[in-house]
């Protein structure tokens, strides 16, 4: 427990650290250390299994490679900006209000991400779960995507939106669109032309009815991608609270239509609403943004995108 407490110190530490980084525009320095931490992870991991330490060692591999990743993004850290410790009751405050909201948020995405296979487990039973799990970790770890590359965007969109500066903001969120539709549909087609060598790939032949499932999830992480340029979007705008009751009516939504769906239709119901649900995101996100910050989109590289990924 020590171990993993030490462990999780040194993330959040490195995480704090590396906003300092990710303001300046300088994350090519934060990759590096957390590159080099991953590394000697693994190499005492590696060096432990195979002089067969006991199991508190493979998880003191974490901690020794996360103090490491400390270590180099607070000197990285350090030559951008002063680094003290300082006790500011009120500036907590400020912080906790601001980030309360997006943090909730966030939990009830998690929630509205994840209920369906809860509901599925308690509906159908562990069979039908193991065949939706598995595209639904596929669209997990693919979901990642958009959030980092946006992370690295926000300071941009931040600076540009305090300075009421509208067309740069305008124009940020267009090439972010276009970027995010020229990986997720691309993306989207290829995995639902190969979904079956893929779940062979990453599972094993009992698990090829995930095909189905698969391919219709896919459009939930177009959805997902395109979604995530309105989240920042408002998060650049500090309306990030809207999202709390945007995300908290699809928790309600996820429940009651997978509670039908999964009734009738099992994986493939809950399938269906995953898309549902990220498709309402997006509408009500974009809405939203759209309301504090009137924007219009050039189309024509979405339809050449979309076109492209068709004939793929």
Not at 48 to 77: C, D, K, P, Q, R
Not at 227 to 237: D, K, P, R, T, Y
Not at 297 to 312: D, E, G, N, Q, Y
């Amino acid at each position: 427990m020590c171990i993993t407490a030490g462990a999780l110190f040194f993330a959040f530490m490195t995480g704090t650290l590396t906003t300092v980084l990710q303001v300046q525009m300088k994350m090519q320095r934060a990759a590096g250390p957390l590159v080099i931490g991953k590394i000697i992870s693994t190499g005492y991991l590696a060096y432990s299994i195979l002089h067969e330490f006991s199991f508190e060692h493979l998880l003191l591999a974490g901690l020794i490679g996360n103090i490491f990743v400390f270590a180099l993004t607070y000197y990285y850290a350090a030559q951008e900006s002063v680094i003290r410790v300082e006790f500011d009751k009120e500036y907590w405050m400020h912080v906790v209000r601001t980030a309360l909201p997006y943090g909730l948020a966030l939990i009830l995405s998690t929630i509205y991400f994840r209920i369906d296979s809860i509901m599925l487990f308690e509906m159908r039973g562990a069979d039908e779960v193991g065949i939706y799990g598995v595209p639904m970790r596929i669209l997990e770890i693919v979901n990642i995507i958009p959030i980092i590359f946006l992370n690295t965007v926000l300071p941009a969109m931040t600076q540009f939106a305090q300075q009421e500066n509208k067309e740069k903001l305008s124009s940020m969120m267009q090439k972010s669109w276009d970027i995010l539709v020229f990986l997720s549909f691309p993306l989207a087609a290829g995995s639902i032309a190969l979904a079956l060598p893929l779940i062979l790939f990453v599972s094993s032949p009992e698990f090829a009815p995930s095909v189905d499932p698969m391919r219709i999830l896919m459009f939930a992480m177009i959805f997902s991608f395109l979604n995530s340029v309105f989240a920042f979007i408002l998060v650049a705008l500090g309306r990030q609270a809207k999202m709390l009751y945007v995300n908290g009516v699809v928790v309600i939504f996820n429940v009651v239509a997978n509670y039908f769906a999964i009734t009738h239709y099992g994986y493939m119901g809950a399938a269906v609403t995953s898309v549902l649900s990220e498709f309402f995101v997006l509408a009500a996100n974009a809405a939203i943004v759209y309301y504090y910050f009137p924007f219009v989109f050039s189309w024509l590289r979405t339809a050449k995108i979309f076109i492209s990924s068709v004939c793929m």
